[in-house]
């Protein structure tokens, strides 16, 4: 089954240490894309990838860092810089053109910041 | 500035009964719009999306939506809700391209 998965679902982390956010993909998606989710603010943009080997920030990109070295794969390193990282992390890829394509989402991945 | 607002933040209907989650948007031209839904943990599920045409929209579990250009507004509905229908639901929309901008949600309770 094509889809979109995320690792781990739980993770924990001490203060001051780097955590890196899995997301893989087998879709065939270009376009991908990582979101935080705190409770009542919805969904927030942190980067997104229209391509291998290229991404741009999204809204809330500070102290956040990505890579899109395959086309399959866009993982998230959540750094020390990040001053409140315990949320939801969400994953989703999509087609990439200008015809404003669903984005498929993974089950997403709970960070707790210890 | 383009954004996507739900004035409802919970919502409380029993079961059986008809429902309406209300969306409305900010933006110079015709959205492409969309309807998500969340269950307790897990990722988003694609309901519907308008991207233009027939202003009525047909999603899936029986959910529909109607764009109204004049209100800006993507109304989500459902004329009879059942229990597993509980679940936090997301209006976003985009200009076109690939990025989309949400609302903060609306959590649904269904009463039995």
């Known amino acids: 089954d094509g889809g979109i998965t995320q690792s781990p679902k739980y993770l924990f982390r001490k203060e001051g240490q780097n955590v890196t956010l899995s997301c893989e993909q087998n879709?065939?998606?270009?376009?991908m894309y990582w979101y935080r989710q705190d409770p009542g603010q919805g969904l927030r943009l942190i980067y997104y990838?229209?391509?291998?080997?290229?991404?741009q920030k999204g809204d809330i990109a500070e102290g956040y860092s990505v890579s899109r070295e395959k086309k399959e794969s866009f993982p998230l390193t959540v750094t020390s810089a990040q001053k409140n990282p315990t949320a939801f992390y969400l994953c989703?890829?999509?087609?990439?053109?200008?015809?404003?394509?669903?984005?498929?989402f993974g089950p997403g991945t709970r960070l707790t910041v210890l | 500035a383009q954004s996507v607002t739900q004035p409802d933040i919970h919502i409380t209907v029993s079961e059986g009964a008809s429902l309406e989650l209300r969306c409305n948007y900010s933006?110079?031209?015709?959205?492409?719009l969309f309807w998500y839904v969340q269950s307790p943990g897990q990722g988003l599920q694609l309901l519907l999306k308008?991207?233009?045409?027939?202003?009525l929209v047909q999603g899936i579990k029986g959910f529909e939506a109607e764009f109204k250009r004049s209100q800006s507004s993507f109304n989500l509905r459902k004329p009879s809700v059942h229990w597993s229908d509980a679940a936090e639901y997301f209006c976003?929309?985009?200009?076109?391209?690939?990025?989309?901008?949400f609302g903060t949600g609306t959590q649904l309770k269904v009463e039995l």
């Open positions: 989703a890829s999509s087609l990439r053109d200008s015809s404003g394509n669903e984005q498929f």
């Open positions: 879709l065939n998606h270009d376009a």
């Open positions: 990838s229209q391509i291998v080997n290229d991404f």
């Open positions: 933006y110079g031209a015709t959205p492409y």
């Open positions: 308008y991207f233009s045409g027939d202003t």
């Open positions: 976003a929309f985009t200009g076109g391209g690939n990025k989309l901008t």
